[in-house]
């Protein structure tokens, strides 16, 4: 709520101070991570972005090492409106749950988005997400850097996908969300990194998208809950045992999908506690 009414105080405060210019990408850790991989490919700077951005990124990564998804819940507007949708859904009974193998396979899709978006970004040195990217076309009014069309459709996803099914642009669409699943697996993605260099030292020159791609199949595997090692979080959720009646509610509860019943330590990237559990530190 608290970005949220930041944003409206900026988009306000744009029509009635004319020689007000709000800077809607000023704190972007998306872009800044994007700007990041450009520089280190290109040694050029996406688009406008600055060391402010790249340091944000930064920060993000951190945080997601030590504190999972917890900007997730607490800081993406998306997210928020995200929530505000599928609750309204819940009321008209029209808001459900998709699982098994459909959720699976459906989780694929923002890894791809997210392959393409860096990928064009790191070979043009421009910010490919602002073309479609919702919170940056309804901030800025559709700006010149927006593709109206990309951006409507973005748009007509998360609202309506949102409505219908239970954080549907968190699970499936958003490729930010797939950055930080990568990211939880901490010491695989330096060894990933650390070869990536290592083998360009030595003269072995491999396309980045293979690294990349390396890295968009761990945070994956990491979701799905193939392997579960490599985490650093210096907070958990588990359920606790002592008073657990194995009722099931928990797993209703998630919005994630997550099956916490069958855990006692959840180890998947998560975004909100559900019933019956409790945050830990290590």
Known sequence: MGVIAILLYLGGRM????????????????????????????????????????????????????????????????????????????????????????????????????LVVFYFTMETSELVCKTFDPYFAVATGYGTDVNVWLASIAIAVLIIGSFFVKMFWCKYACPLGAIMNTFRNVWLFIVIICAYFVMQWVGVHFHFIWALSGLALLGYLREIGVFTTGSTQAVSIRRNTDSCIDCGKCDKACVQGIEVSKYEKVTMPIVTCVANVHWFVR
């Open 15 to 114: 029509f009635v101070d004319k020689a007000f210019i709000a800077d809607f990408e000023a704190y972007c850790p998306m872009g800044g991570l994007q700007a990041l991989g450009s520089f280190i490919v290109n040694e050029s700077l996406a688009c406008s972005m600055t060391s402010m951005q790249i340091s944000m990124g930064i920060l993000l990564i951190v945080l997601v090492a030590l504190f999972s998804k917890l900007f997730c819940s607490h800081i993406c507007p998306l997210g928020t409106i995200t929530e505000w949708l599928g609750r309204s859904g819940e009321k008209m009974k029209l808001n459900v749950s998709i699982s098994g193998l459909a959720d699976k396979l459906l989780r694929v899709v923002k890894y791809l988005i997210l």
